[in-house]
C-alpha cells in the first residue's frame, strides 16, 4: 500500500511537470500584437477597392460588392475614428484599380468594370472635392496591378491584362505623362502587394498561373533599382525560414515603425512582420476577425489598419487597427 501511494505521488508529480512545462510552451510560442476593432465602413460592404492617403486621411474608392461595381469615394479620419462621403470617382464603376498618393493629390486608374480591363486615369483634388481625367496608363488594359509612391515618384506595374505582367511605370505630374520603367526581375504576377519603408519598396506575394508566388522584391525608389531579397517560403534554404508561411495572393500591407507587416489574403487571419534591415519575418497575432481577400492595408500617423474584403460570396464592411507590441486581448 505504501508503495502504491508513492507511484500515485510520482506520477502526479510527473504530470504536473509535463502540464506546468506545457503551459510554459505555450506561453513561450503565444504571438504578440492586437487588434482593435474600429467604425465600420459607411458603404456597402465591398473588396477590390483602391485607396490613398492625404493628409493623414485615408481614401477608399471604388470596388465590387458581389452584385454590383462602384465608384463611390469615402473618407476615413483616423484621429477621430468616422468616415464621409466625397465626390463620386467620374470614370467607370471597377473593381481591382490601383492607386497612389503624389504631391499632395490621389490617383486612381486600371482595373475591371464587369466587362473590360481598363487603363484610364483619374487624379483627386481633396482641396475642392473634385475629379480630373489624366492621360491614360500607357501599358495595356489591366487590372489587379499594384500602385504606389517612393521617394516622391510614383509607380503602376505588375497585374492582368489576358497575360500576367511584370512591367512597371512611372507617372510625372508635371508633365501629364507615362514613361516605362526600369526593368522588375521578379516573376510575372497579379494581386501582389507592396509597402514602403522611407525610400525603398517591397513586392511580394500575388498569382501567375494559378501558383502563389514565394520571391520578394526591394525597389530603392533613388536609384530605381530592383534588389532580390530572400524568398518568402517556408524551405531548405536555411533555418531562417524554417516556419515560413507567408505564400499567399490578395494580401494587404502596411507599415509601422518602420517595420512592414503582410495581412490577410487566401482567406487568412495571419500576420507577418519584416523587418528590412535583416531582411527576416517574424509572425505576429493574427487578424482577430474573418479571414478574407482583397480587403484593404493602409498605415496613417504610424498606425496600421486592415478593413473591408470578403471571404467566398460574403463581403465586408468591418475595420480593425493593428497594435504590434500589445498583448493580445480577446473581444477588444
Known amino acids: 500500500m505504501n508503495r502504491l501511494k508513492k507511484l500515485l505521488v510520482l506520477s502526479l508529480v510527473l504530470n504536473g511537470f509535463v502540464f506546468t512545462a506545457c503551459n510554459r510552451d505555450d506561453d513561450e510560442d503565444e504571438l504578440k ?6 467604425s465600420s465602413f459607411d458603404g456597402p460592404a465591398r473588396s477590390n477597392t483602391a ?33 464621409e462621403q466625397k465626390a463620386d470617382f467620374i470614370g467607370v464603376k471597377r473593381s481591382s484599380a490601383s492607386a497612389f498618393e503624389l504631391n499632395g493629390k490621389g490617383y486612381v486608374g486600371l482595373g475591371y468594370d464587369g466587362t473590360n480591363r481598363l487603363k484610364d486615369f483619374y487624379e483627386y483634388n481633396p482641396a475642392n ?32 491584362d489576358g497575360n500576367f505582367l511584370k512591367d512597371f511605370y512611372q507617372y510625372d505630374p508635371v ?8 526593368g522588375f526581375g521578379g516573376n510575372k504576377r497579379r494581386n501582389a ?4 519603408i522611407e525610400d525603398k519598396a517591397y ?18 525608389g533613388t536609384t530605381e533599382v530592383w534588389t532580390k531579397k530572400r524568398d518568402i517560403d517556408a ?3 536555411g533555418d531562417y525560414n524554417e516556419d515560413y508561411h507567408l505564400i499567399r495572393s490578395n494580401a494587404v500591407s502596411f507599415v509601422i515603425d518602420g517595420l512592414g507587416y503582410l495581412a490577410t489574403g487566401d ?9 528590412s534591415l535583416t531582411d527576416l519575418w517574424t509572425e505576429k497575432t493574427g487578424l482577430e476577425a474573418s479571414g478574407r481577400n482583397d480587403a484593404i492595408g493602409f498605415s496613417v500617423n504610424n498606425r496600421g489598419f486592415v478593413m473591408l474584403g470578403r471571404q467566398g460570396t460574403g463581403y465586408f464592411d468591418d475595420s480593425y487597427e493593428f497594435k504590434p507590441n500589445d498583448e493580445q486581448v480577446d473581444n477588444d
Open 129 to 160: 472635392d473634385t475629379w480630373t481625367q489624366k492621360a491614360d496608363f500607357i501599358g495595356t488594359p489591366r487590372y489587379g496591378a499594384v500602385g504606389f509612391q517612393v521617394a516622391g515618384k510614383a509607380f503602376f506595374g505588375t497585374g492582368y
Open 175 to 182: 508633365a501629364n505623362t507615362w514613361s516605362v520603367s526600369n
Open 193 to 196: 502587394t507592396v509597402f514602403v
Open 203 to 220: 513586392l511580394g506575394t500575388g498569382t501567375n498561373n494559378n501558383v502563389n508566388q514565394i520571391d520578394f522584391w526591394e525597389f530603392n
Open 267 to 275: 482567406s487568412s487571419t495571419s500576420v507577418w512582420q519584416y523587418n
Open 235 to 237: 524551405g531548405d534554404d
Open 51 to 83: 485607396s490613398f492617403i492625404i493628409d493623414n486621411l485615408v481614401y477608399v474608392a471604388t470596388g465590387y460588392t458581389g452584385d454590383d461595381y462602384l465608384k463611390d469615394l469615402w473618407v476615413y479620419n483616423s484621429e477621430g475614428d468616422f468616415w
Open 33 to 38: 500584437g492586437n487588434w482593435l476593432q474600429k
